[in-house]
């Protein structure tokens, strides 16, 4: 069998940025994108069976023996790497069901204290049990290692081979305050995908009453472990998830899985430590706000799931999956919860089964395994981070302004980028490598005037890329030192034409263990360099010598490849500001500067220029109105300062003392001659105080390769320390082979891409390519007075609180603990940020519209009145758009079955029964809104079952363009629709109230019947004295001989 004729090798095993290959592959219709997390994994429904993947992997193999080349080397490994959030799955292994390679990271921050140590050695050991029962037997930790940070003295601790906390997947820090002290995962790409990393606390670890709140730590972190490793969901409420729903009988039940952890409902005053029976909403017939489901153990027993779910509970210690021989632990399809809605309702160990850790039968059972507890390894960083430059002067370098642009990045990365305590080496190659410098420790500005007077000048000669590389792994051990962990930066404008190339060096590359960050520096650059770079870790670059502004791309790489490795964010250098443009002769360019309150020491404005060595003439104004410049100004702000022109370089530089003032700075800058100029204008500035949290941005992409129909995910991470950032202005740059650049506005707002709303992660599709070649990003982060905040305990995903717990008397004690926290904002003021996350290349070829509207993942539905027979139904989401998330739909296909929600998946959606717009009786499904906008239809659904009290109905929707490009098909979100008007239940206290209507209204009738028979009575009286006085009156009369 061959593979499906749109099956794309490129698609499933492009180079991979220094995160992931997301492998995908296209079928007809609406069934679009699958995660490849698993090869072998695919479901019976997909067009693209199991056999076609074994297939692709035997051409590939066939083509690995057939031509060894580099790009087929990078299609067999990128086949395991995936992972939006920045996680190499291939350096944690799992092989006869032993995880290797773990690291567990300790921030600087943390203060030294070997119980942490010993805490962790306890907690992951229990960990490692507990995951192997959790998985069958089928997975436990064999080698841990414990990075501690270099500011730990009072250890005697060996040094690290190449591990670090820039890429732990456990980090050991203090507390993230949208969390607190709970561990979570970051986690936001899509369901199978990994997360970035766990994030656990001091306090976690040590205080012992997080075990009361959480549960034993070990089930706890694997909890965090599924989240991490296998990209699965939270199974019980979570922010901005109902925590109820209606079952098919009409039933209340509680969000979670299964339904078989019984338990109550009750409403609870946290302040008095009181709780009550909940009430119904009369609207919802659900349980009122703030009512809380709390799990009764002792009722639940005989469920062992789910660890997503009540990780905390004695009796839980595996996941919920569709084994029907145990239907106790069934997977709960109907509670609406996250992982529902982001795994297309599939269980969690569906899921983990289908990784590529589990799939197609890896590691199976292991019934002869009896001991699990992992062997561990203490160390510190490597004394310096450690970089080379590796930098292109071939002959081809002295064309295009390319070696000055070259060296004023390259001058902005050893002045300015690369962190203290850092140490640097250079290479220069053409035909053959030369070393300019030696491995030089940066001390202090002197070191990096040394460095910066060293940096090539000539540029002649043939390619010879692998020499580079060679020689530069060789200075990283000189000495006796080991390469592994080093940064190799390389940058080359064209292909090899000399011996060694990169093919020659590729497997000493691997076995060094370096990482190699690699610069493209025209479209002529070799292809290769991004495969090495993916297969080390590193990031690639490009940055096109032919655009006359590009060397803002430029420098945005250096940048971007100097942040630390430690966790220290205070000896990070962050870009504030980035901008090039053209300055006329006898014209003036003006522009601003935002200096915010978390940053200022160790400010440095940069001006480079393009021609000529006539320095720029500039004046910079500070905020309070004082001044800098190139020549004598007034209102000086500082005595007697000289800007550092270089005019060899083409560069001012103007480095500010101290702290820099918060505010506003504004440039001027004149050409200061006849001719005209493009110019670049930068800023970088380190953290204020280290009792500030540096406002900082981590972006990244989904793939570093795209072809027809392929979209680029362009993401960046907002965060103050780790909170959260929300309500930027999140803009990307792309630049492109032709046309001119292109400006994307990235959201967070929980619509694809982006997994999560307000969790400070702001993604977007890029599909507006012009052509083939190379692209580049840059991403810019601006916040704006009174709109800008960072977010305090308000959580998105994190192992479940234990609310309360049930007594021996049956009753309820609440965990004083639980009480909710309101989330708090802190305004973050002015501010921008800049970040590189690399570049990508297209080789699509189609002129046609081959891009589809991107996935409606937020689809929910409700019956509009249950008490109102053949009520409509109602579905809401955000709207696609006709490029996945860009323009407008061409319309809407919304289909529907009752209970049936798997045949809405896949290829089988089109079998279901559509809704038509006659069937509308609110909002036009031909007729879209904008992307990003909130979509919401009403419907009438005409074949409901009569003979049924309640139905099932699920709904999905899938969305077209004009093009007949369909995107992939929705979440499904299911409805019990009561066909009968439902009555609303009567609580407790409804009970007691009618109870007491009915008492005031039988008091008042008997008052009035006593009040009416007393005067019946009163007056039957008086009518007695009346007749018995008329009587006497007659017989008186009588006697007198008078007849009345």
Same mark, same amino acid.
Not at 167 to 179: F, G, I, L, S
Not at 682 to 706: F, H, L, N
Not at 819 to 836: K, L
């Given at each position: 069998? $061959?593979?499906? /004729?749109?099956?794309? +090798?490129?698609?499933? =095993? *492009?180079?991979? %940025?220094?995160? !992931?290959?997301?492998?995908?592959?296209?079928?007809?219709?609406?069934?679009?994108?699958?995660?490849?997390?698993?090869?072998?994994?695919?479901?019976?429904?997909?067009?693209? $069976?199991?056999? /076609?993947?074994?297939? +692709?992997?035997?051409? =590939? *193999?066939?083509? %690995?023996?057939? !031509?060894?080349?580099?790009?087929?080397?990078?299609?067999?490994?990128?086949?395991?790497?995936?992972?939006?959030?920045?996680?190499?799955?291939?350096?944690?292994?799992?092989?006869?069901?032993?995880?290797?390679?773990?690291?567990i990271a300790i921030n600087p921050e943390v203060p030294e204290d070997p119980a942490i140590i010993d805490a962790l050695k306890s907690s992951w050991t229990d960990a490692s049990r507990d995951l192997f029962r959790a998985t069958n037997?089928?997975?436990?930790?064999?080698?841990?290692?414990?990075?501690?940070?270099?500011?730990?003295?009072?250890?005697?601790?060996?040094?690290?081979?190449?591990?670090?906390?820039?890429?732990?997947?456990?980090?050991?820090?203090?507390?993230?305050?949208?969390?607190?002290?709970?561990?979570?995962t970051l986690q936001y790409g899509e369901c199978g995908e990994p997360g970035s990393y766990i994030h656990l606390t001091p306090n976690y670890l040590l205080d012992d009453n997080f075990v009361y709140n959480y549960g034993p730590r070990g089930k706890t972190i694997v909890h965090e472990w599924a989240h991490f490793r296998w990209g699965v969901f939270d199974e019980v409420v979570t922010n901005g998830y109902d925590p109820?729903?209606?079952?098919?009988?009409?039933?209340?039940?509680?969000?979670?899985?299964?339904?078989?952890?019984?338990?109550?409902?009750?409403?609870?005053?946290?302040?008095?430590?009181?709780?009550?029976?909940?009430?119904?909403?009369?609207?919802?017939?659900?349980?009122?706000?703030?009512?809380?489901?709390?799990?009764?153990?002792?009722?639940?027993?005989?469920?062992?799931?789910?660890?997503?779910?009540?990780?905390?509970?004695?009796?839980?210690?595996?996941?919920?999956?569709?084994?029907?021989?145990?239907?106790?632990?069934?997977?709960?399809?109907?509670?609406?919860?996250?992982?529902?809605?982001?795994?297309?309702?599939?269980?969690?160990?569906?899921?983990?089964?289908?990784?590529?850790?589990?799939?197609?039968?890896?590691?199976?059972?292991n019934n002869q395994i009896e001991v699990t507890t992992p062997d561990f390894e203490v160390v510190q960083p490597q004394t310096y981070q450690r970089f080379v430059l590796v930098l292109d002067t071939s002959g081809s370098m002295d064309t295009e302004n390319r070696l000055t642009m070259m060296r004023q990045a390259a001058s902005t990365f050893l002045l300015q980028a690369v962190p203290?305590?850092?140490?640097?080496?250079?290479?220069d190659f053409d035909s053959t490598a030369v070393v300019l410098s030696e491995m030089t420790v940066i001390n202090d500005y002197s070191d990096r005037i040394l460095l910066n007077n060293l940096l090539p000048t000539v540029a002649e000669g043939g390619t010879?890329?692998?020499?580079?590389?060679?020689?530069?792994?060789?200075?990283?051990?000189?000495?006796?030192?080991?390469?592994?962990?080093?940064?190799?930066?390389?940058?080359?404008?064209?292909?090899?034409?000399?011996?060694?190339?990169?093919?020659?060096?590729?497997?000493?590359?691997?076995?060094?263990?370096?990482?190699?960050?690699?610069?493209?520096?025209?479209?002529?650059?070799?292809?290769?360099?991004?495969?090495?770079?993916?297969?080390?870790?590193?990031?690639?670059?490009?940055?096109?010598?032919?655009?006359?502004?590009?060397?803002?791309?430029?420098?945005?790489a250096f940048v971007s490849v100097a942040k630390v490795d430690d966790g220290d964010v205070y000896r990070e250098t962050f870009q504030i500001y980035s901008s090039a443009f053209t300055v006329e002769d006898g014209n003036q360019e003006i522009g601003r500067i935002v200096m915010d309150n978390t940053v200022g020491n160790n400010t440095v404005f940069t001006f480079t220029w393009s021609q000529y060595d006539i320095p720029l003439k500039i004046v910079i104004t500070a905020p309070s109105g004082c001044n800098y410049g190139t020549q004598v100004v007034s209102d000086r702000c500082e005595a007697g300062f000289t800007a550092d022109a270089d005019s060899a370089l083409k560069t001012v530089y103007f480095?500010?003392?101290?702290?820099?003032?918060?505010?506003?700075?504004?440039?001027?800058?004149?050409?200061?001659?006849?001719?005209?100029?493009?110019?670049?204008?930068?800023?970088?500035?380190?953290?204020?105080?280290?009792?500030?949290?540096?406002?900082?941005?981590?972006?990244?992409?989904?793939?570093?390769?795209?072809?027809d129909g392929d979209a680029i995910v362009v993401y960046a991470q907002v965060s103050m320390g780790y909170a959260p950032v929300l309500n930027a202005d999140v803009t990307a740059r792309i630049e492109r082979p032709s046309g001119g650049p292109v400006t994307i506005k990235l959201k967070d707002k929980g619509a694809a891409p982006d997994v999560r709303k307000n969790d400070g992660i702001y993604s977007k599709y890029f599909t507006k390519y012009n052509g083939e070649g190379r692209y580049s990003v840059q991403v810019s982060v601006t916040g704006v007075e009174g709109q800008t905040s960072s977010v305090y305990s308000s959580p998105y995903s994190n192992a479940a609180l234990?609310?309360?717990?049930?007594?021996?008397?049956?009753?309820?004690?609440?965990?004083?603990?639980?009480?909710?926290?309101?989330?708090?904002?802190?305004?973050?003021?002015?501010?921008?940020?800049?970040?590189?996350?690399?570049?990508?290349?297209?080789n699509g070829t189609s002129t046609t519209d081959v891009f589809r509207p991107s996935k409606i993942q937020d689809l929910s539905v409700n019956q509009n009145d249950v008490t109102v027979s053949g009520s409509s139904i109602r579905v809401v989401f955000t709207a696609p758009g006709d490029d996945y998330?860009?323009?407008?739909?061409?319309?809407?296909?919304?289909?529907?079955?009752?209970?049936?929600?798997?045949?809405?998946?896949?290829?089988?959606?089109?079998?279901?029964?559509?809704?038509?717009?006659?069937?509308?009786?609110?909002?036009?499904?031909?007729?879209?809104?904008e992307a990003g906008n909130s979509e919401s239809f009403s419907f009438v659904i005409h074949d409901i079952p009569s003979s049924e009290a309640v139905v099932i109905i699920a709904v999905a929707v899938c969305a077209y363009d004009e093009a007949g490009n369909y995107g992939e098909v929705s979440n499904v979100a299911t409805l019990n629709y009561f066909v009968d008007p439902l009555v609303a239940p009567q609580s407790e206290t409804d009970v007691e109230l009618i109870l007491m209507i009915v008492f005031i209204c039988t008091t008042v009738i008997l008052a009035c019947i006593v009040v009416f028979l007393a005067l019946q009575m009163k007056g039957m009286k008086k009518k007695i004295k009346v007749a018995q006085k008329n009587s006497g009156g007659q017989q008186k009369y009588a006697n007198a001989g008078y007849v009345a």
């Open positions: 069998m $061959t593979p499906p /004729h749109d099956f794309n +090798l490129n698609k499933v =095993a *492009a180079p991979c %940025l220094d995160v !992931k290959l997301k492998c995908l592959f296209y079928i007809n219709g609406c069934h679009g994108r699958l995660p490849c997390t698993n090869l072998e994994a695919v479901t019976s429904s997909a067009v693209a $069976t199991k056999e /076609h993947y074994k297939d +692709l992997v035997s051409h =590939a *193999a066939k083509d %690995l023996k057939d !031509k060894m080349n580099l790009q087929t080397k990078a299609a067999i490994l990128c086949l395991t790497l995936f992972s939006l959030g920045g996680i190499i799955e291939g350096k944690v292994k799992i092989k006869n069901n032993k995880y290797t390679g773990l690291v037997k089928r997975a436990y930790f064999e080698k841990i290692t414990i990075l501690v940070p270099k500011t730990w003295t009072n250890g005697n601790y060996d040094r690290s081979d190449g591990e670090s906390y820039k890429r732990a997947e456990v980090v050991v820090a203090h507390e993230n305050p949208a969390y607190g002290e709970v561990p979570y109820f729903y209606l079952s098919y009988a009409g039933k209340i039940e509680a969000n979670r899985c299964p339904v078989n952890v019984r338990g109550d409902n009750y409403y609870v005053n946290w302040d008095s430590q009181s709780y009550r029976a909940c009430d119904t909403n009369q609207q919802t017939m659900l349980p009122e706000d703030g009512c809380i489901f709390f799990p009764d153990e002792s009722r639940s027993a005989a469920a062992s799931s789910s660890m997503m779910s009540y990780q905390y509970l004695d009796s839980v210690y595996t996941f919920c999956h569709d084994d029907t021989s145990d239907p106790v632990n069934l997977h709960n399809r109907d509670a609406p919860n996250e992982h529902n809605r982001l795994c297309n309702l599939r269980s969690t160990w569906n899921v983990i089964s289908s990784s590529s850790d589990f799939g197609n039968g890896k590691n199976p059972t203290t305590d850092s140490e640097v080496g250079m290479i010879s890329i692998g020499s580079g590389i060679r020689a530069g792994i060789e200075l990283l051990e000189k000495n006796g030192k080991s390469a592994k962990g080093g940064n190799l930066i390389v940058l080359s404008d064209g292909e090899e034409n000399e011996d060694p190339r990169l093919d020659d060096v590729y497997d000493e590359t691997i076995a060094a263990g370096v990482i190699v960050n690699s610069i493209a520096f025209s479209s002529a650059a070799d292809p290769n360099l991004a495969v090495i770079s993916a297969n080390t870790g590193g990031i690639w670059y490009f940055a096109d010598s032919s655009d006359t502004n590009t060397t803002t791309a430029l420098t945005d480095p500010i003392s101290g702290t820099a003032e918060t505010g506003t700075w504004t440039y001027f800058v004149n050409t200061g001659n006849e001719y005209t100029q493009n110019v670049v204008a930068t800023a970088t500035s380190m953290a204020s105080d280290r009792d500030v949290q540096p406002i900082k941005v981590e972006s990244g992409m989904g793939t570093v390769e795209a072809s234990k609310l309360g717990t049930y007594n021996s008397n049956g009753g309820l004690t609440l965990n004083s603990n639980a009480a909710p926290i309101d989330p708090t904002e802190t305004n973050t003021g002015n501010f921008s940020r800049y970040s590189s996350p690399g570049g990508f290349s297209y998330d860009d323009g407008t739909a061409a319309g809407y296909e919304i289909r529907y079955n009752f209970g049936q929600t798997a045949n809405l998946l896949g290829n089988t959606f089109f079998d279901n029964t559509l809704i038509n717009q006659t069937d509308v009786t609110e909002g036009s499904i031909t007729s879209p809104q």
